[in-house]
Nanobody, 121 residues
Framework: QVQLVESGGGLVQPGGSLRLSCAAS????????IGWFRQAPGKEREGVSC???????YDTDSVKGRFTISRDNAKNTVYLQMNSLKPEDTAVYYC???????????????WGQGTQVTVSS
């Protein structure tokens, strides 16, 4: 069956870095776009970064220059390198798979269970 499993979350101080991983199985990974989304308490889920099957990437304005999304098709894995983290980056981070690389969460068919990222001193 289709599975997306996120890992790499945790507690980090402001200015620190984390790398999230999204391991996929059960579908032809290389043909799919993958998006990273996040949801903070009391807020709606929002798009962070996404990457299409050709490796083209898109980032929301608040993370440009700080976050980098990449994919390794040989490992069926997408990564989100997060640098210069801020307290406002605190959220549960989800990866999702869909046909198109978009920040619209409704365009994604498969979702992971999420991983918590907490940025605090």
């Amino acid at each position: 069956q289709v599975q997306l499993v996120e890992s790499g979350g945790g507690l980090v101080q402001p200015g620190g870095s984390l790398r999230l991983s999204c391991a996929a199985s059960g579908f032809t990974f290389r043909y799919y776009a993958i998006g990273w989304f996040r949801q903070a308490p009391g807020k709606e889920r929002e798009g962070v970064s996404c990457i299409d099957s050709d490796g083209n990437t898109y980032d929301t304005d608040s993370v440009k220059g700080r976050f980098t999304i990449s994919r390794d098709n040989a490992k069926n894995t997408v990564y989100l390198q997060m640098n210069s983290l801020k307290p406002e980056d605190t959220a549960v981070y989800y990866c999702a798979a869909g046909v198109y690389a978009t920040m619209n969460l409704h365009e994604y068919h498969y979702w992971g269970q999420g991983t918590q990222v907490t940025v605090s001193s």
